[in-house]
């Protein structure tokens, strides 16, 4: 159809007005553009900057080496050693022909590995994005690993890899002291607040038990940072930045490892504990608990059989004994009761007590160990013969509290701070006591039982060495476990002196000396031939059942005649040198019989090789007893003698 | 025909169309397109090969095509405009029964050679099927009930089917490039209020449909609305493009991090980052000045259709050229509202910078059109 020009022009001029209203619309809209792009990049530009950084860069944390665990002298007692292991990353396994599956076939003809951790390999490939390491044998030997390595180019994927992790190079030896590291638990992580982040690491090791455990902190270290670039998948594409940590703190022990280690084949077998304190200073130069049990087993991760074999044992090689175990003291006591007396004048030296074989009290008989009795007898005496009837009188005299107040002032019913676990309080009854727990009246029975260290009265090898070296030293000293932390000494605890008069604390002495050197002295058959190293001491012997009257009219059943876990307990506590007093040592032979027979020996020999250094001197010993001791000694397994001390790498 | 009868002997032939053809257009989109394969190399890593050296090969092909189709005379493409409009159905109506499915939609048809995208080609149709209708239709009928409701059917044929695919984003925008001409042509705007008032109507019976039988919308369009309104409510699933692409663009601050220095885009952190989402890496490597600089030059491209379009006395001309600038301005528009956060992800790609090769050739076409429309202007 035919239009005329204008019309033309006056179309051609209305499109423009809309065209010019469209335009209006797109600068509205390009205004909106521009103003939201504003927004982003300058506006809130800081803020998409940091969620930029946040997205890209990913701290990873670098763990400390733990520091390492030392004797006295440096010799190593917990270090770190090289973990060979197998990792493998799916991305690179599924290259191999045949997959993943392939690549863990070729692996378990090269080293030993059970089907179980083929699958647990294989679940956690699956799991794991494709670039993540996953492990899939730990703890490899030096042949395995090397085969890994040689045959990398038949198995894609997989790489060797070499970790830190805990060793216990004296295995047996120090288990109680220090424990193992573990993976950190749920449990573990309750109770703090703010955890270290170490501790979100999976398979983080952590003190479980012992100087392990209650060093963590020193031991640990702090985590070193190494922040990578990652991409979105998590990949790192490159590292950033490094910041070391702070390896853990070297950790050196007041224990001799050499006498550790004698102490500990010397107990044998038996059920017992001994502990070797220095009396002046506190520091405990052995504490062994046996039987011991390898510590490394638990790093390694504990098979189920091992560990029911521990836990069913009745000798309890897992309980730590030497702080863990209370036991009644026995005979060991009656330095508390004779001192208690002293102190509060109830007595002195000299005073003389007669026995009968009992002693009658209430109407009731309580009965001396020896049926004759022991005739007129004062202190030395009732302390060398070990006289029942003479404490039951002193006791008498004193009461309890003063002799509970005694003890208590003699580290005993007391806990001591030490670095292990489960540490026990024991018991140190007084009247108070019994009517806040048995809610009963104290008796005259109950005195007598506890002038003897029978009945309540309940203490651990270790506050018996502490009750010892403080007899010894006249002075109120504390048991000290760590000797340095990263070679710093740690503070010596002061130890005042004990509120005792020097003739009483020497009469105390003195029939402490006669137990062992005397004629009739209980532990004669220990005494110690070489005047330089004479031992003084104490046996005691500890009932673990009642004597009924009948049994008593009949006889006593024989110890030998008992089952095992009836017998008494045999103690002994002692010191030595006589004239200077150096160590302390005490030593619980659970159910081992007479304290005299049983206890003195070893304590002798532990006081005796903490003297000397090392496995004592036969001259040490009487002449007729040195044959004896050379086969015992040399039937004894122990390791080679420490080398000079280590110094700190 | 109108144009022959007015000063036809005006227009230049030969190689003289050369000289008349709108080289300042040109130039401003061929930068456009350098920026895109500075981005693309950008973005592959630094690999020339991987998406910049094809798409500049594209772009090479679709300028040839964009010199031949200018130095065609307009009057010729009128004449072809209802003929491409059912070459366009029919290619639609192809797809919709033998197309290639993809991304969950049925969108393509492979030739072998390249793989075609009927709806884009159908928008570049529509245009000058409409334009053509209004340069035959009288001036005083446009606004007329029936010859407004012609031109809506011949817009709603082609959308329905775009719709069935689905593809949203390409519905939308067929409808709003057929609105624009309409609007251009002069049809009274009472209609367009009523329009904006039913689609308004039904926008909220769209939302309000949502989980129950008569659901209007698949899900996954409902999820992308959804975390079009709330991103951070799912910001590891459906949310996380646009909290990603925010980021990017965000962090790149005053004047970006450089050029291959955009961690978000380097360390993978954005999505389709080569095609749909390629401004995003722009704005982390550029920043604000950076794409403050491609806002003009896109708006360059606009003012100068814009101008061209009111210097022409032409009515299909000057519609057609609207029609080609106001799809462009839609990409524009719906692209970066989208990876700005600003509206729902409905893939429609930015032109001329994304990665692709049938939308940058239609969109290299339609210029094509416009410049035969300026060469063979009425003088």
Same mark, same amino acid.
């Given at each position: 159809?035919?239009?005329?020009p204008r019309n033309i022009d006056e179309a051609a001029a209305r499109v423009s007005r809309r065209a010019l209203l469209l335009s209006g619309g797109m600068v509205a809209m390009f205004a909106a553009l521009g103003s939201r792009m504003h927004s982003l990049g300058v506006t809130d530009a800081d803020q998409y900057r940091l969620l930029a950084e946040e997205n890209r860069v990913s701290i990873r944390l670098l763990p400390p080496a733990r520091g390492r665990i030392l004797d006295r002298n &440096?010799?190593?007692?917990? &270090?770190?050693?090289?973990?060979?292991?197998?990792?493998?990353?799916?991305?690179?396994?599924?290259?191999?022909?045949?997959?993943?599956?392939?690549?863990l076939?070729?692996?378990?003809?090269?080293?030993?590995?059970?089907?179980?951790?083929?699958?647990?390999?294989?679940?956690?490939?699956? *799991?794991?994005?494709?670039?993540?390491?996953?492990?899939?044998?730990?703890?490899?030997?030096?042949?395995?690993?090397?085969?890994?390595? !040689?045959?990398?180019?038949?198995?894609?994927?997989?790489?060797?890899?070499?970790?830190?992790?805990?060793?216990?190079?004296?295995?047996?030896?120090?288990?109680?002291?220090?424990?193992?590291?573990?993976?950190?638990?749920?449990?573990?992580?309750?109770?703090?607040?703010?955890?270290?982040?170490?501790?979100?690491?999976?398979?983080?090791?952590?003190?479980?038990?012992?100087?392990?455990?209650?060093?963590?902190?020193?031991?640990?270290?702090?985590?070193g940072t190494l922040s990578v670039e990652v991409n979105a998948v998590g990949r790192v594409m490159r590292e950033l930045g490094r910041?070391?940590?702070?390896?853990?703190?070297?950790? =050196?022990?007041?224990?001799?490892?050499?006498?550790?280690?004698?102490?500990?084949?010397?107990?044998?077998?038996?059920? #017992?504990?001994?502990?070797?304190?220095d009396v002046n200073n506190g520091d405990l130069i052995a504490a062994v608990s046996s039987p011991g049990f390898d510590p490394n087993l638990f790093v390694r991760g504990i098979s189920q059989e091992n560990y029911a074999a521990l836990l069913e044992n009745d000798h309890r090689p897992l309980a730590n004994k030497?702080?863990?175990?209370?036991?009644?003291?026995?005979?060991?006591?009656?330095?508390?009761?004779?001192?208690?007396?002293?102190?509060?004048?109830?007595?002195?030296?000299?005073?003389?007590?007669?026995?009968?074989?009992?002693?009658?009290?209430?109407?009731?008989?309580?009965?001396?160990?020896?049926?004759?009795?022991?005739?007129?007898?004062?202190?030395?005496?009732?302390?060398?013969?070990?006289?029942?009837?003479?404490?039951?009188?002193?006791?008498?005299?004193?009461?309890?509290?003063?002799?509970?107040?005694?003890?208590r002032s003699l580290g005993l019913g007391v806990k001591h701070d030490l670095p292990m676990s489960a540490i026990a309080e024991g018991n140190m009854p007084d009247k108070e006591w019994k009517s806040r727990v048995h809610k009963k009246e104290w008796r005259i029975g109950d005195t007598i039982n506890a002038a003897i260290g029978q009945g309540y009265v309940l203490t651990s090898p270790l506050q018996l060495a502490v009750m010892t070296s403080r007899i010894a030293s006249g002075r109120a000293v504390l048991p000290r476990l760590i000797k340095t932390i990263n070679e710093v000494e740690t503070p010596i605890a002061p130890a005042p002196p004990l509120d005792l008069g020097i003739d009483q604390l020497q009469a105390v002495h003195r029939g402490m000396f006669a137990v062992v050197n005397g004629d009739h002295g209980t532990a004669r058959a220990s005494r110690v031939a070489d005047a330089t190293m004479l031992m003084c001491g104490k046996t005691g012997t500890a009932q673990v059942r009642n004597?009924?009257?009948?049994? *008593?009219?009949?006889?006593?059943?024989?110890?030998?005649?008992?089952?095992?876990?009836?017998?008494?307990?045999?103690?002994?506590?002692?010191?030595?040198?006589?004239?200077?007093? =150096?160590?302390?040592?005490?030593?619980?032979?659970?159910? &081992? &019989?007479?304290?005299?027979?049983?206890?003195?020996?070893?304590?002798?020999? #532990?006081?005796?090789?903490?003297?000397?250094?090392?496995?004592?001197?036969?001259?040490?010993?009487?002449?007729?007893?040195?044959?004896?001791?050379?086969?015992?000694?040399?039937?004894?397994?122990?390791?080679?003698?420490?080398?000079p001390a280590i110094t700190k790498t | 025909m109108s144009f022959l009868e007015y000063r036809l002997k005006a227009a230049p032939t030969g190689l003289r169309k050369l000289w008349h053809m709108d080289w300042a257009l040109l130039l401003v989109i061929t930068a456009i397109a350098g920026i895109g394969w500075l981005?693309?190399?950008?973005?592959?890593?630094?690999?020339?090969?991987?998406?910049?050296?094809?798409?500049?090969? *594209?772009?090479?092909?679709?300028?040839?095509?964009?010199?031949?189709?200018?130095?065609? @005379?307009?009057?010729?493409?009128?004449?072809?405009?209802? @003929?491409?409009?059912?070459?366009?159905?029919?290619?639609?109506?192809?797809?919709?029964?033998?197309?290639?499915?993809?991304?969950?939609?049925? *969108?393509?048809?492979?030739?072998?050679?390249?793989?075609?995208?009927?709806?884009?080609?159908?928008?570049?149709?529509?245009?000058?099927?409409?334009?053509?209708?209004?340069?035959?239709?009288?001036?005083?009928?446009?606004?007329?009930?029936?010859?407004?409701?012609?031109?809506?059917?011949? !817009?709603?044929?082609?959308?329905?089917?775009?719709?069935?695919?689905?593809?949203?984003g390409t519905s939308v925008m067929l409808v709003a490039v057929g609105g624009a001409v309409m609007l251009a042509a002069g049809v009274s705007l009472w209609y367009f209020a009523a329009v904006i008032g039913g689609v308004g109507g039904t926008?909220?019976?769209?939302?309000?449909?949502?989980?129950?039988?008569?659901?209007?919308?698949?899900?996954?369009?409902?999820?992308?609305?959804?975390?079009?309104?709330?991103?951070?409510?799912d910001p590891l699933g459906a949310g996380y493009n646009i909290i990603q692409a925010k980021i990017a663009l965000g962090s790149g601050g005053w004047s970006g991090k450089g050029f291959m220095q955009g961690t978000q885009s380097r360390l993978n952190f954005l999505p389709e980052k080569h095609t749909d989402f390629i401004f995003t890496t722009y704005g982390e490597e550029f920043g604000y000045a950076g794409a403050i600089f491609l806002l003009i030059l896109y708006a360059l491209v606009l003012i100068f259709c814009i101008t061209a379009a009111v210097r022409n006395k032409d009515r299909f001309s000057q519609l057609l050229i609207i029609g080609v600038a106001v799809n462009f301005f839609l990409y524009i528009a719906v692209n970066l509202s989208m990876v700005m956060g600003m509206a729902p992800v409905v893939g429609v790609p930015l032109p001329l910078l994304s990665y692709g090769g049938s939308a940058t050739l239609v969109i290299l076409i339609a210029f094509g059109l416009v410049q035969s429309a300026i060469i063979h202007r009425p003088r």
């Open positions: 159809m035919a239009r005329n &440096g010799k190593l007692v917990a &270090g770190n050693e090289q973990n060979y292991r197998v990792v493998i990353t799916k991305e690179g396994a599924r290259k191999a022909d045949g997959g993943i599956d392939a690549v076939e070729r692996l378990c003809q090269l080293i030993p590995l059970t089907p179980s951790d083929v699958v647990a390999a294989k679940t956690e490939l699956e *799991r794991q994005r494709a670039f993540v390491q996953v492990a899939v044998a730990e703890r490899l030997s030096w042949k395995d690993f090397s085969k890994i390595a !040689i045959n990398s180019p038949s198995l894609p994927g997989v790489s060797p890899e070499v970790g830190l992790s805990r060793t216990y190079p004296l295995d047996h030896d120090f288990s109680h002291i220090i424990g193992y590291v573990g993976p950190v638990s749920d449990k573990d992580l309750e109770g703090i607040d703010n955890p270290d982040p170490l501790l979100m690491i999976p398979r983080f090791q952590i003190g479980k038990i012992g100087t392990e455990k209650w060093m963590e902190t020193s031991l640990r270290g702090k985590s910041k070391e940590g702070i390896p853990g703190a070297d950790l =050196r022990l007041t224990v001799d490892a050499d006498i550790q280690n004698f102490v500990q084949a010397r107990l044998g077998t038996e059920s #017992a504990a001994c502990v070797v304190m030497v702080v863990q175990g209370t036991y009644p003291p026995g005979s060991t006591f009656k330095m508390v009761t004779a001192m208690a007396a002293l102190k509060a004048g109830a007595v002195d030296p000299e005073t003389r007590v007669t026995c009968p074989g009992y002693y009658e009290s209430g109407g009731r008989k309580f009965h001396c160990w020896r049926a004759g009795g022991h005739g007129t007898v004062d202190l030395e005496r009732a302390l060398t013969e070990s006289c029942d009837v003479y404490f039951y009188d002193i006791a008498q005299r004193v009461g309890i509290d003063k002799i509970a107040e005694m003890g004597i009924s009257a009948a049994e *008593r009219e009949t006889g006593v059943v024989k110890n030998d005649n008992l089952p095992w876990e009836q017998r008494d307990h045999a103690l002994f506590v002692g010191f030595a040198p006589a004239e200077a007093p =150096r160590y302390a040592v005490a030593v619980v032979v659970e159910h &081992g &019989g007479g304290g005299s027979a049983v206890a003195a020996p070893i304590a002798r020999d #532990a006081l005796l090789a903490a003297l000397t250094g090392g496995v004592p001197p036969l001259t040490a010993y009487p002449v007729e007893q040195q044959t004896r001791m050379q086969s015992l000694f040399e039937a004894l397994v122990l390791r080679p003698p420490s080398r | 981005m693309l190399y950008s973005i592959a890593g630094g690999d020339f090969d991987l998406w910049a050296k094809p798409q500049m090969v *594209r772009f090479g092909a679709g300028f040839a095509l964009l010199i031949f189709v200018a130095l065609m @005379p307009i009057w010729s493409w009128e004449l072809m405009a209802w @003929p491409a409009y059912l070459v366009g159905m029919l290619l639609l109506l192809f797809v919709e029964f033998f197309g290639m499915v993809g991304m969950g939609a049925q *969108r393509w048809i492979d030739l072998g050679y390249i793989v075609l995208q009927p709806s884009e080609l159908m928008k570049v149709a529509l245009i000058m099927a409409l334009a053509s209708y209004y340069d035959w239709l009288d001036d005083a009928r446009v606004s007329r009930p029936l010859w407004v409701f012609l031109p809506i059917l011949v !817009i709603i044929a082609p959308t329905v089917l775009v719709l069935m695919q689905p593809n949203l926008v909220f019976a769209i939302l309000f449909s949502e989980g129950t039988p008569w659901q209007l919308l698949h899900d996954y369009q409902y999820r992308r609305i959804h975390t079009f309104l709330d991103p951070a409510a």
